[in-house]
């Protein structure tokens, strides 16, 4: 029996540190997603695509800073929406053109998806959320000087500018998703376009990034996948990591994955917000998965990746 899966890819799967910010970049990322994407497809699941922007939006952000004088800047909302478009449009044109070379039914559709979140979040007198390019130190201190950004050193990989990343309360058009994704791959999310609700019901933007595992396990919850998978990078996570004693985790419960999180096993930048979310998605009785991109058909079924499962 095929499972319903919700999918989360992270922005720098669409584009790679170090990368030129080309359009033609960006795609050719996609097309390789787009291809693993239909091997699940293939395999029998039904599945949700949510991905992240974080690079997207930093680098829309720099094209409003350059052309401010020319053409007014858009706020963060905005852009969020704006690299959501984009973003879309890549996914849902590759991934119709692999099923169509595999004879498969191409039906695909990528949704703007605006995210609640509460206005009076702690986040936002805390701006943590790493957007856009690298830079180095120098050149992150003077754009601090300079533009008044927040900059901070990520994971090893050089300076980024980091805004308010607020926790997601409730992914908007869910019911319209769970209703396509019986016959239909949907692409949603996206981290989210951050709103609130004021006294009047009405939505209104925020200048925020939501982290998009944490938009991805409400997304999860909220349409009852069985399982939700987070691409990254690695094959597995680990623990000792980069140590002699280095060892990769397999399957654990949830109450193995929190002594680990106890331990300070995971960075707070890159794994951490992954195993969380993990943790959460687990503790409501389904499996929660975290692999590498090209292995997410064996991790699915349980040969790859690092899978963490109810307590016993």
Same mark, same amino acid.
């Given at each position: ?8 890819? &992270?922005?720098?799967?669409i ?5 030129e910010?080309? $359009? ?6 996609? *097309? ?14 039904? @599945? ?37 478009? $984009?973003? &879309? ?20 559709v ?13 986040? /936002? ?8 390019? /690298? ?13 008044g ?32 994704? #019986? ?5 949603s ?16 933007? +925020?200048?925020?990034? @939501? ?16 399982? $939700?998978?987070?691409?990254t ?16 985790? #397999? ?5 193995e ?11 707070a930048?890159?794994? +951490? ?5 993990? @943790? ?6 389904? #499996? ?14 349980? *040969?790859?990746?690092?899978? @963490?499962v109810?307590?016993?």
């Open positions: 029996m095929g499972k319903y899966v919700v999918l989360a890819l &992270g922005g720098n799967a584009l790679q540190p170090g990368q910010t080309t $359009f033609e970049n960006q795609y050719n990322n996609v *097309k390789n997603a787009a291809s693993r994407m239909a091997d699940i497809k293939e395999s029998g699941h039904q @599945i949700v695509v949510t991905h992240g922007n974080g690079p997207q939006v930093g680098n829309i952000i720099v094209q409003n800073e350059a052309a401010k004088d020319q053409v007014a800047p858009m706020p963060i909302d905005v852009c969020n929406a704006e690299s959501q478009g $984009f973003i &879309g449009y890549m996914l849902e044109s590759a991934l119709k053109n692999d099923l169509i070379r595999r004879n498969m039914d191409p039906r695909v990528s949704l703007l998806t605006m995210v609640e979140v509460d206005k009076d979040d702690p986040a /936002f007198k805390n701006p943590s959320k790493p957007i856009g390019v /690298f830079f180095t130190e120098e050149q992150a201190r003077l754009m601090e000087e300079e533009e950004f927040t900059m901070v050193e990520d994971a090893g990989r050089g300076y980024r500018r980091v805004v308010p990343s607020p926790e997601p309360m409730v992914i908007n058009g869910v019911d319209a998703i769970k209703r396509l994704m #019986e016959d239909t791959v949907v692409i999310s996206g981290g989210g376009i951050p709103v609130y609700r004021d006294d009047n019901n009405e939505i209104h933007g +925020l200048e925020a990034v @939501i982290d998009k595992d944490r938009s991805g396990l409400k997304l999860a919850e909220q349409v009852n996948a069985d399982t $939700f998978i987070m691409l990078d690695v094959p597995n996570v680990y623990i000792n990591y980069g140590k002699e004693n280095e060892a990769k985790l #397999e399957t654990i419960t949830v109450d994955a929190k002594k680990h999180v106890a331990d300070g096993q995971f960075p930048g890159s794994m +951490l917000p992954k195993i969380q979310a993990a @943790i959460e998605f687990a503790e409501t009785g389904k #499996e929660s998965i975290i692999c590498a991109l090209a292995d997410a058909v064996e991790a699915l079924e349980g *040969k790859a990746g690092t899978r @963490i109810p307590n016993k």
